[in-house]
């Protein structure tokens, strides 16, 4: 099993920029595939995107693409995701996500095992 921590969350004006992070649990965090999902109030959790053990792979949803990057440490145990030219809409709840056979492109929820507790992020406008 792997347990995850997310950190970074906060308040940050449209246009601007964020890094969250999630860490890892356990020594075997190299072989999970890693995602970033979000739930904004009264929606349901959307994918974000992810990233594979090596990090050679990643895919992003059209809704952030150019503008959040994936990347992953696996020395640190650690995932990230680089927001930039965050926008009003993407406000949510960030989830990290860990799995060991998912796809790197699944965006269904239910597939994923592992869930950290989320961290908020608001972008005002």
């Known amino acids: 099993q792997v347990q995850l921590v997310e950190s970074g969350g906060g308040l940050v004006q449209a246009g601007g920029s964020l890094r969250i992070s999630c860490a890892a649990s356990?020594?075997?965090?190299?072989?999970?595939?890693m995602g970033w999902f979000r739930q904004a109030p009264g929606k349901e959790r959307e994918f974000v995107c992810a990233?594979?053990?090596?990090?050679?792979?990643?895919v992003y949803a059209d809704s952030v693409k150019g503008r959040f990057t994936i990347s992953r440490d696996n020395a640190k145990n650690t995932v990230y995701l680089q927001m930039n030219s965050l926008k009003f809409e993407d406000t949510a709840v960030y989830f990290c996500?860990?799995?060991?056979?998912?796809?790197?492109?699944?965006?269904?929820?239910?597939?994923?095992?592992?869930w950290g507790q989320g961290t908020q992020v608001t972008v005002s406008s």
């Open positions: 356990g020594r075997t965090f190299s072989r999970y595939i």
């Open positions: 996500a860990a799995d060991l056979q998912v796809g790197v492109a699944t965006e269904s929820p239910l597939l994923w095992d592992y």
């Open positions: 990233i594979s053990q090596s990090g050679g792979k990643v």
